[in-house]
């Protein structure tokens, strides 16, 4: 009688968390929408004006067999300029989001954010290096990646001098690091020429898109792509680390091995993001919070919905920084004034739950 009671019980719960789920699947998808209308519009704003028809004429012409023809200037400022801006802010906001959710996942703390291990603060000092020994856009891009990749490496790797490693002296080991290479770039920035190094490297840690072009794309798109998939194939992974190492262990999970792909993953596609517009600040830790009040706590459709969510929000901030003025706003300004306050009413909200 008692075993009939709990199998009923577990259907019906079984049953409302599907309902939950697909409800959840619902939302993700209408999400969507706003963010393809936010894609649309954002050709048609600019220095130069360009009409909706004029954009629909061109996409139409570009990509399906017309016999449609377009001016070389609407060509150049459509494919060569916007359209490049365009992808890589939705890109970059997709992948500090899902990296940010993914580290809170993994860390069971609301409060990280994909530069918590180093990442952001060492690709920014391999970006200030570039720019001192004169190299080119592509080696910026470059030794930026190298030097996140380094940073998380000697995080790694401290971390596993201590007994005990946890995810707690990870995170310790992180703080260290990041204080290391910010220190690196405070010295960068003290050596620099005044009138030419110092400011590109100032302009270029606020984090900018104005000068990506297709090759950017080329170059650090594919990483951050396969980062993405490799951490949508694994959230409903995430799910169970979340629920703490034993209970993971007790489920047949291999968990050392689970929170390396994450990490790797994580610090790929925020080193390449870094690489593609400098550093970005908050969206990795606002926007999870954001997807996480609209659709749940469950990964499964956490990350897809924090993918789209960060693409909007980060297009949106483009949009705003290109246009609000006559001069160009630095993303990084922009994303500290709105993402500060937003955070700490969401912790306001919050501290209930948090405490």
């Known amino acids: 009688m008692i ?30 929408i706003p963010l393809v209308l936010l894609f649309l519009f954002s ?7 360009v009409s909706p028809l004029d954009v629909i004429t061109a996409l139409y012409a570009k990509f399906l067999p017309a016999n449609y023809s377009i001016s070389p200037s609407l060509d150049t400022i459509i ?15 997709a992948a500090l989001s899902v990296a940010g959710a993914s580290f809170q996942g993994l860390f069971r703390n609301p409060l990280v954010a994909p530069d918590k291990l180093g990442v952001t603060a060492g690709a920014g000092f391999g970006a200030a290096l570039a720019i001192l020994l004169s190299l080119g856009g592509l080696m910026i891009q470059i030794s930026a990646f190298i030097g996140g990749l380094v940073a998380v490496t000697l995080t790694y790797l401290f971390s596993k001098t201590f007994k005990g490693t946890s995810m707690l002296t990870l995170v310790l080991c ?12 405070a010295l960068s920035k003290y050596v620099a020429d005044p009138f030419q190094q110092l400011p590109t490297i ?35 992974r995430i799910n169970v680390l979340s629920m703490g190492e034993e209970e993971a262990q007790s489920m047949g999970v291999n968990i050392k091995s689970l929170q390396a792909i994450i990490i790797v993953s994580c610090t790929v596609i925020t080193a390449s993001a870094v690489g593609i517009c400098g550093i970005i600040g908050w969206i ?39 246009t609000m003025i006559s ?4 993303l990084g300004i922009l994303t500290a004034i709105i ?14 739950v948090w405490a």
């Open 3 to 32: 075993k009939t009671i709990k199998l009923k019980i577990t259907d019906v719960l079984g049953n409302i968390s599907n309902k939950f789920t697909a409800h959840n699947i619902s939302v993700t998808i209408l999400l969507i």
């Open 43 to 49: 050709f048609l704003i600019g220095r130069y004006p």
């Open 79 to 93: 494919f060569q300029i916007r359209l490049p801006r365009i992808i890589a802010a939705m890109m970059v906001g």
């Open 174 to 185: 992180g703080i260290a690091v990041e204080s290391f290479f910010a220190a690196l770039i």
């Open 202 to 236: 100032v302009f270029w840690l606020m984090g900018s898109l104005a000068a990506v072009t297709n090759q950017d794309l080329l170059l650090m798109g594919p990483p951050i792509i396969i980062g993405i998939i490799i951490l949508l194939l694994i959230r409903w």
């Open 284 to 322: 990795g830790l606002v926007i999870p919070h954001v997807a996480r009040m609209i659709v749940g706590p469950d990964h499964k459709v956490l990350l897809p919905a924090s993918i789209i969510l960060g693409a909007f929000f980060l297009l949106l901030i483009d949009d705003v920084s290109r």
């Open 327 to 330: 001069v160009e706003i630095p």
């Open 339 to 352: 993402g500060a306050p937003f955070f700490l009413y969401l912790l306001s909200k919050s501290k209930e």
